[in-house]
Antibody, heavy 121, light 110 residues
Framework: EVQLVESGGGLVQPGRSLRLSCAASGFTFHDYAMHWVRQAPGKGLEWVSS????????GYAASVKGRFTISRDNSKNSLYLQMNSLRTEDTAFYYC??????????????WGQGILVTVSS | QSVLTQPPSASGTPGQRVTIACSGTSSNIGRNFVYWYQQLPGTAPKLLIY???QRPSGVPDRFSGSKSGTSASLAISGLRSEDEADYYC???????????FGGGTKLTVL
């Protein structure tokens, strides 16, 4: 079955760090760019970060640039999001998504179920 | 504030045709593909329309997308109760070098 499963979410204090993981299965992971998209509770979707198949091209939304780091391990079929200096406004469901191309195209063809990150003291 | 503009809500009765508009600029919709995502209550979003007007396999042909200039629209014909969901438009933005979403439209089937 083709799927993406996020893990690593939870409650964290402002200023602390958290690392999200996304396990991919059912497709050839290294053939696709990957992304993180988030959604604050009751709000709309916001693109967070993207990474090409070989990590050669990476992009971040202005709201997270300098604080978040996206990475991937093709040998483990896994995508990661290291989140540092977390703020209350980072509270959201974080979705791992799969592109349709090897480079960053911005076509979110497959989504994980999402993982909740709550930043609160 | 979203860079793509959508109406916050839309509604229709079963069997009706409804359209949801999405307005952008020359740096996004004007020169890049438009995507539509459907988010049913309590679930993850799902790709509904890709590259302006293409449907992934499994998406009923009641759903259609179109684009003209810096605006796009999603049309749903033969409205059904299970179409009640949030709908988001999205496009790559050359100025931001990233994907931008509309604020979302909550569709209610009366």
């Amino acid at each position: 079955e083709v799927q993406l499963v996020e893990s690593g979410g939870g409650l964290v204090q402002p200023g602390r760090s958290l690392r999200l993981s996304c396990a991919a299965s059912g497709f050839t992971f290294h053939d696709y760019a990957m992304h993180w998209v988030r959604q604050a509770p009751g709000k709309g979707l916001e693109w967070v970060s993207s990474i090409s198949w070989n990590s050669g091209t990476i992009g971040y939304a202005a709201s997270v640039k300098g604080r978040f780091t996206i990475s991937r391990d093709n040998s483990k079929n896994s995508l990661y999001l290291q989140m540092n200096s977390l703020r209350t406004e980072d509270t959201a469901f974080y979705y791992c998504t799969k592109d349709t191309k090897i480079t960053i195209f911005g076509e979110f063809a497959l989504w994980g179920q999402g993982i909740l990150v709550t930043v609160s003291s | 504030q979203s860079v793509l503009t959508q109406p916050p809500s839309a509604s229709g009765t079963p069997g009706q045709r409804v359209t949801i508009a999405c307005s952008g600029t020359s740096s996004n919709i004007g020169r890049n593909f438009v995507y539509w995502y459907q988010q049913l209550p309590g679930t993850a979003p799902k790709l509904l329309i890709y590259r302006d007007n293409q449907r992934p396999s499994g998406v009923p042909d009641r759903f259609s997308g179109s684009k003209s200039g810096t605006s796009a629209s999603l049309a749903i014909s033969g409205l059904r109760s299970e179409d009640e969901a949030d709908y988001y438009c999205a496009a790559w933005d050359d100025s931001l070098s990233g994907v931008i979403f509309g604020g979302g439209t909550k569709l209610t089937v009366l």
